[in-house]
């Protein structure tokens, strides 16, 4: 199982992107939030789904990766997303994400065509790899397809692995269909394939199955009590633990997802400039930002320390 | 009708995209393309979806452009595609485009999130259109549901043609759903809204309707017939020439598309390195080359002057 070391925790926020008044990311916020997730044990996938890195261009995610670094964020805790629809874009982010140090990065499979081959899946990652070709790269597979319409096939998934042993090390399912994640941990546990759920909704069950964790959109807002359980998850209150981590993530699930995170990270900070998202997201409704706080007000739930 | 006074033709290709062997856009080939398509009165609809365009990093894209025009290809016949997943990227590409002079842009909506909302498609058209900011810029709206997965409502055009009447002026309809089509062009053939049919097989449905004509894949391989009929769609054998259109589309159609064109313009070029195509997809296998090629020859297809 210790095929591939790793400095990355258990679990990981794909970090939200605040940006200033003129629209343009705001590394120094970036910077304060990701040492706030740190502080709570948590790493950071920035340039996630939730990060909206798919909005930023390659250009405003390297200048951003590289303040991050600068700033003196750690970069052996940092997964940053890396993926695009263009093979050249994704080279281009891989080796910026490898050359800064940082511990993994999180792939998408390219998604604009669909119902593409696994060779020419297997091709797209292959050429990645063998461009930027770095001894110390470790890849995790992104698989949303909620998302992106486009997934990894069991068979796929074996044929990176064996090409590519030292490289392809992992995933992150965001496909919600435990069937297929526990599949996957079944077929490839033993080469020490590291499988992080794409929510903490499932973490102590991926735990139990031989998994490391979990990528959850939620730790922006939650990351202490999410580190927790996966700190003890063989305590005997772990389910209990899981239960109290679902009915908070059942607060923001139930609005937009990225602009309720947002909007709440803007009232519990006091600072309004958190709540702006990029088009094609738009900001939570007033109604919707009361319903939100009303939900998260029942439950006891604040955020500390922001 | 003539609100939008355009330079472009009737029937434009979104033009298949040579790359040499090293992988990169070969500018050379392409231009030598564009010219023989345009031999045939069809345009360049360069960066499309059968461009692969979306595998092509922005600065792939402008440099590609930008070698075409140098070359002596016309702007006033080119109407490149723009659409990326990052308003950003979008900005760009569009800056590029219409400061190069084209007489329009085919731009796709962001096509990552899915499921959003109106108000955050049009924000991300007004976005560009306000950060463009030229008085030039003519946008048509891509409509591809089947591939990006996300589409225009009537509700969302209206308001964008309200928003900016001189600016977004057409669409090119890929959806395949002819009650689509059709009710676009009910709503707004009045406002001088330019419809391109997204296939030529609903060329003549799309003229007869008040359409302007198609921009369609086919064009890359049969542009001297497509282009003929809209040329002279009100004569009494356009039907006939409608179906002989449907037929060589159908020997295609049924082999992946844009790796079919390929290998077909790289048999009657006699220039190999015109199959190639970049990952996620992948070219023919021998068995589909010399399906389609046994097909074509059964209807007595060939490309002259290639």
């Given at each position: 199982m210790a095929h591939h070391p790793s400095t990355l925790p258990a679990v990981l926020a794909p970090v939200i992107t605040p940006f200033d008044a003129?629209?343009?990311?705001d590394t120094q916020r970036l910077a304060r939030q990701s040492r706030w997730l740190l502080s709570h044990k948590v790493g950071l996938a920035v340039f996630g789904t939730n990060s909206e890195a798919n909005s930023m261009s390659v250009a405003e995610r390297i200048q951003t990766l590289q303040a991050l670094i600068d700033a003196g964020l750690p970069a052996e805790q940092m997964m940053p997303g890396t993926g695009a629809c263009a093979v050249t874009d994704a080279i281009t982010l891989t080796r910026a994400a490898v050359q800064a140090g940082c511990a993994g990065t999180l792939t998408l499979p390219p998604f604009y065509y669909k119902e593409v081959s696994d060779d020419g899946l297997f091709a797209y990652f292959a050429t990645i790899i063998e461009s930027v070709a770095h001894p110390k790269l470790q890849i995790y597979l992104y698989n949303i397809p909620p998302v992106a319409k486009v997934g990894f096939s069991i068979a796929l998934i074996e044929r990176l692995i064996k090409a590519y042993p030292q490289t392809v090390v992992g995933m992150k399912d965001s496909s919600g269909d435990w069937a297929y994640t526990e599949s996957v941990m079944k077929a490839f546990n033993g080469t020490g394939f590291r499988m992080y759920a794409g929510?903490?909704?499932?973490l102590l069950r991926t735990l139990r199955a031989g998994g490391v964790g979990c990528i959850s959109a939620t730790a922006n807002v939650n990351p202490g009590a999410i580190a927790g359980l996966a700190a003890n998850?063989?305590?005997?209150?772990a389910d209990q633990q899981q239960s109290d981590l679902d009915r908070v993530r059942s607060a923001f699930q139930r609005r937009p997802m990225i602009a309720a995170m947002k909007a709440a990270v803007a009232r519990y900070s006091g600072?309004?400039?958190?709540a702006v998202v990029r088009p094609p997201l738009v900001e939570l409704s007033p109604d919707e930002r009361d319903g939100l706080f009303a939900d998260l007000d029942s439950i006891g739930f604040s955020i500390p320390g922001l």
């Open positions: 003129k629209g343009v990311p929510s903490e909704s499932f998850w063989k305590q005997p209150d600072d309004t400039q958190w």
